[in-house]
């Protein structure tokens, strides 16, 4: 069975940090590109980071310079460290595998998603 676990959000102050990670099982992690969501209320789901099998990087650019995303194989564990949080990044965010810059909302599987809420 395929499995994507998010863990990591919570409630944090304008200002820190919070790092997700996403635990995947049943697929062959090495070979995915594997990416990060997020929803806020009332709005559109939107990608906000991705990284290649072979470790390139993508970041939307509200996030570009304060998220960072990585990926331990060893572990079939992507990360997204979050720094640097505002308000506006209050969302849940969900795991994806399989996600491609040329597609929107793509992804072969997803998590279930962690809330992550940043208070001002």
């Known amino acids: 069975q395929v499995q994507l676990v998010e863990s990591g959000g919570g409630l944090v102050q304008a200002g820190g940090s919070l790092r997700l990670s996403c635990a995947a099982s049943?697929?062959?992690?090495?070979?995915?590109?594997m990416g990060w969501y997020r929803q806020a209320q009332g709005k559109q789901r939107e990608l906000v980071a991705r990284i290649s099998a072979g470790g390139s990087t993508n970041y939307a650019n509200s996030v570009k310079g304060r998220f960072t995303i990585s990926r331990v194989n060893a572990k079939n564990t992507v990360y997204l460290q979050m720094n640097s949080l505002k308000p506006e990044d209050t969302a849940v965010y969900y795991c994806?595998?399989?996600?491609?810059?040329?597609?929107?909302?793509?992804?072969?599987?997803w998590g279930q998603g962690t809330q992550v809420t940043v208070s001002s």
């Open positions: 049943g697929i062959i992690f090495s070979i995915n590109a």
């Open positions: 994806a595998s399989g996600v491609r810059t040329d597609v929107a909302q793509s992804g072969d599987y």
